[in-house]
């Protein structure tokens, strides 16, 4: 069920997607408040991995995580 939400007719499937939980930024704060999942293909790629962690950051820092 999952696959189907994030695929368009089972064809295309995403290069990553990111998970905010409110209930863990509301405990913690910034830290360890998000998931971030990427497809296989980027396993080893420190660059992108490096390149989502300061998109997310930059979410959090910009956007009112509380109207989300």
Same mark, same amino acid.
């Given at each position: 069920? $999952? =696959? %189907?939400?994030?695929? +368009?007719?089972?064809?295309?499937? #995403?290069?990553?997607?990111?998970? $905010? !939980?409110?209930?863990?930024? +509301? +405990?913690?704060?910034? %830290?360890? /408040?998000?998931?971030? +999942?990427? !497809? #296989?293909?980027? =396993?080893? @790629? /420190?660059?992108? %991995? /490096?390149?989502? &962690?300061?998109?997310? @950051?930059?979410? &959090? !820092? !910009?956007?009112?995580?509380?109207?989300?």
């Amino acid at each position: 069920m $999952f =696959k %189907e939400l994030l695929t +368009k007719n089972n064809t295309q499937i #995403p290069l990553f997607w990111a998970e $905010f !939980n409110e209930q863990l930024y +509301k +405990k913690y704060g910034k %830290e360890n /408040s998000c998931v971030i +999942k990427y !497809n #296989p293909l980027f =396993k080893d @790629d /420190s660059h992108i %991995e /490096s390149t989502l &962690r300061d998109l997310v @950051d930059y979410i &959090r !820092n !910009n956007y009112d995580m509380y109207q989300l």
